[in-house]
């Protein structure tokens, strides 16, 4: 092999290779050998919100089976819906000009649990639950789930880069979701003179950012 042939492989190879990453940090190429599966923990992440279960649930809906606002519609696309599912495609920014997009599954058995399922993403395998309990006008709601890559070793190295991302990503939507639950809550607790019953001075809070 010459030298100029040489160079045109080693540039091929690098091109595919990049491109093969990119695919797969962007969750448009996905490995599903089915060999060497190994899975790991997502969570749990545990937030308390000051907002009752039926309006934690609603916010969490809302994107999903309700009207979403233009940011929501920005980083959630629904393709289908059924009978308490839907088909989604998540699109989450992931810096230097990136974005992951992810399509999942989505049911909701009310008021109880929200459970995602992956269809296409960065991994082959990908289950989280956010399940909600509480009473009166508290709620806790915790997230679970499990992440699993094929490829033995090789595959249990890059399940720690994606789920450090994975996570964080979840941490950021949990604290939106408490704010804008607390919100709701807040506002329909108000008294007719405009201000939350019991406060003495009115400080508004911030509106949805997912």
Do not use: C
Request: net charge positive; no cysteine.
């Amino acid at each position: 092999m010459t030298g100029l042939r040489m160079a045109s492989v080693l540039v091929a190879t690098a091109a595919a290779g990049a491109a093969g990453y990119l695919g797969l940090v962007t969750g448009r190429l996905t490995l599903d050998l089915g060999i060497g599966r190994r899975v790991r923990p997502l969570g749990p992440q545990v937030v308390d919100i000051a907002a009752p279960r039926e309006l934690v649930f609603d916010v969490i809906a809302q994107p999903y089976l309700g009207r979403a606002t233009r940011a929501q519609q920005d980083k959630i696309q629904v393709w289908e819906r059924g009978d308490g599912m839907v088909l989604a495609a998540h699109r989450t920014p992931i810096g230097r000009g990136l974005v992951t997009q992810t399509v999942e599954t989505v049911a909701f058995t009310r008021p109880d649990t929200v459970d995602f399922r992956l269809v296409r993403g960065p991994v082959p395998h990908v289950r989280e639950r956010f399940t909600l309990t509480g009473d009166g006008d508290h709620t806790r709601l915790e997230y679970t789930g499990e992440m699993g890559t094929d490829g033995w070793a090789l595959g249990n190295r890059w399940a720690a880069i994606v789920a450090q991302q994975w996570e964080a990503t979840v941490a950021d939507s949990l604290a939106t979701l408490k704010s804008e639950a607390e919100r709701r809550h807040n506002r329909q607790r108000k008294t007719p003179t405009g201000r939350p019953s019991g406060a003495t001075t009115e400080h508004p809070a911030p509106g949805p950012t997912q």
